[in-house]
């Protein structure tokens, strides 16, 4: 069963940051942080991740509460090409041969003109 | 482009017939992972290759379910005898580093009549 824990529908407007939480209240110590997202009809793209401290890339920001139990996902500025369907998914970081990623249902992101 | 490909991109069979579904990961990623994703959920794993080596077979459904990946490039997923339950959207995808971000194709989409 997937370990963490989102809300199933949230809407942006275009141009606002979209936050998206994500609750994961039983992670481990060497357990990372990952975010992908699906758009419609395609696989799902790698967005960031991260194990304690917040991370910033080109696509978006990972802010890491200090216990570890929460997470949320920043997209900048929103905009239409960013609606997908978002996954928060933990991993363990030295996985051994035990690398595989488990799913929720994702946080369906629906950006708004 | 450089991305994990997937063929075909669309799979009609009849209950019955057997399937192979063909994956090319980015070249030179060493692990390869199949998911298998019904409509409206999150993928499912299937199955992880690490070069040739098939090292977590755990998430096949049943032992109609075969993959391989003979010379740790291109790998196949066999489906035999297929069933109308074995409608799904089958995604590939591969990483470099054994525990960096995986990269997903854009899956080949079986339907069973």
């Known amino acids: 069963d997937a370990k963490t824990t989102q809300p199933p529908s949230m809407d942006c407007a275009e141009g606002r940051a979209a936050n998206l939480p994500c609750n994961h209240s039983t992670i481990s110590g060497n357990e990372y942080v990952y975010w992908y997202r699906q758009i419609h009809s395609q696989g799902p793209q790698y967005i960031i991740h991260?194990?304690?401290?917040?991370e910033t890339n080109e696509m978006a920001s990972l802010i890491i509460t200090e216990d570890r139990k929460s997470s949320t996902l920043i997209l900048p500025h929103a905009t239409l090409r960013d609606t997908a369907v978002y996954y928060c998914?933990?991993?363990?970081?030295?996985?051994?041969?035990?690398?595989?990623?488990?799913w929720g249902l994702g946080t369906s992101l629906a950006v708004n003109p | 482009g450089a991305g994990v490909s997937q063929s075909p991109r669309y799979k009609v069979a009849k209950r019955g017939q057997d399937v192979a579904l063909r994956c090319d990961p980015i070249?030179?990623?060493?692990?390869l992972f199949w998911y298998q994703q019904a409509l409206g959920q999150g993928p499912e794993f299937l199955t992880y290759f690490q070069n040739e080596a098939q090292l977590d077979k755990s998430g096949l459904p049943s032992d109609r379910f075969f993959a391989e990946r003979p010379e740790g490039s291109v790998s196949t997923l066999k489906i035999q005898r297929t069933q109308q339950e074995d409608s799904a959207v089958y995604l590939c995808?591969?990483?470099?580093?054994?525990?960096?971000?995986?990269?997903f194709g854009d899956g080949t989409r079986l339907s069973i009549l």
């Open positions: 991260g194990l304690k401290n917040n």
């Open positions: 995808a591969s990483s470099f580093l054994r525990e960096g971000p995986q990269h």
């Open positions: 998914i933990v991993r363990v970081g030295n996985a051994g041969n035990n690398r595989k990623l488990i």
């Open positions: 070249s030179g990623h060493v692990s």
